[in-house]
């Protein structure tokens, strides 16, 4: 990775410890917590929930569901889910279309954001499904070794359980602080054999992500980095994963409000013919094989 280049590994340790703190710190503020939650996050993922990212997660859970034997409900986590607006949406979904869940989990580090999550499902889903949808303070990094512990379940209870883990502009961070390979093999052993991952992240060649282009240009070092569409499917490939799909995508942001939806819901086709590599977001749809 560029940022720890030309570093030694002390060096590099309390670059990626401090890069942490800082990010815990950022995620941990009210104002955070606003931009990750339903009511206040935004049109753009409202919109992105209903139209992009939320067909995308059904179709990987259709093709699980049409793997499984009798009446076995699914289980589900989202990673780095911020104020669970993902996940929410998806068991949303598949109340509405009467699909058995087993129960869904979230994780967030910022314990902040773990309770706002726990809030929004406590005023969103109805009372039955309280006892199915927890979130909890779980790194992305130690989300193998502890994720049991929180759920009350031993450690080989889990492994292979989740028929889908998903985690939506997260996974990023675990790049900055070089824990990527083992927040995917984390991942890895909790999926269920035929069980999918889906990721989705910055595209690092989408032009407006560096906000200050010419601080890009003249100071590189100060910019936070973010990984090639490449390097996010390679890591899950390493990890034992079959990619099944890899991408950049979407030309709507998250926090965009309506006239902008509007607009750029209509440009997309367009968009996303000609000029796909420089689309907003990355994309991973990864399986576990049999
Ligand atoms: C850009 S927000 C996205 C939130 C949510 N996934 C969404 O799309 O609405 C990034 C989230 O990743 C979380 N995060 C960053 N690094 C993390 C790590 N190492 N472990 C767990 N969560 C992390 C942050 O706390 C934050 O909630």
Redesign the pocket.
């Known amino acids: 990775m560029g940022d720890a280049e030309g570093m030694n590994t002390s060096e590099s340790t309390s670059q990626s410890e401090l890069y942490?703190r800082r990010?815990?710190e950022?995620?941990?503020t009210e104002a955070?917590v606003q931009?990750?939650v339903n009511a206040s996050?935004g049109a753009g993922?409202a919109y992105l929930l209903q139209h992009v990212y939320g067909p995308l997660y059904e179709e990987q859970l259709d093709k699980v569901i049409n793997q499984k034997k009798g009446k076995e409900g699914l289980r589900i986590l989202?990673?780095?889910?911020?104020?669970?607006?993902?996940l929410i949406w998806i068991v949303k979904r598949l109340l509405d279309r009467q699909i058995n869940i087993d129960f869904a989990c979230g994780?967030?580090?910022?314990a902040k954001?773990v309770q706002a999550a726990n809030r929004e499902a406590s005023y969103t889903l109805p009372n039955a499904m309280r006892s199915k949808v927890f979130f909890y303070t779980?790194?992305?990094?130690?989300l193998g070794r502890d994720l049991p512990t929180f759920l009350g379940r031993r450690l080989g209870d889990l492994r292979d359980a989740f028929h889908l883990v998903l985690?939506?502009?997260?996974f990023r961070?675990?790049f900055r602080?070089g824990?990527q390979a083992e927040?995917a093999n984390g991942i890895f052993s909790l999926v269920r054999p035929g069980g999918y991952s889906v990721l989705?992240d910055m595209n690092r060649y989408y032009p407006f992500f560096r906000s200050r282009l010419g601080s890009a240009l003249t100071h590189p070092e100060d910019q936070p980095y973010l990984p090639s569409l490449d390097e996010y499917a390679t890591v899950f490939r390493d990890a034992g994963f079959d990619i099944e799909m890899s991408g950049n995508f979407c030309w709507v942001p998250?926090s965009a409000g309506p006239a902008e939806v509007a607009i750029l819901r209509a440009a997309s086709p367009v968009l996303q013919r000609l000029f796909s590599r420089f689309a907003m977001r990355s994309l991973v749809v990864a399986r576990k094989p049999w």
């Open positions: 942490r990010s815990l950022e995620y941990s955070a931009k990750y996050a993922i989202e990673y780095g889910c911020g104020g669970g607006m993902n994780t967030d580090f910022s954001m779980v790194a992305n990094e130690d985690g939506v502009n997260t961070f675990c602080l824990t927040s989705i998250h």
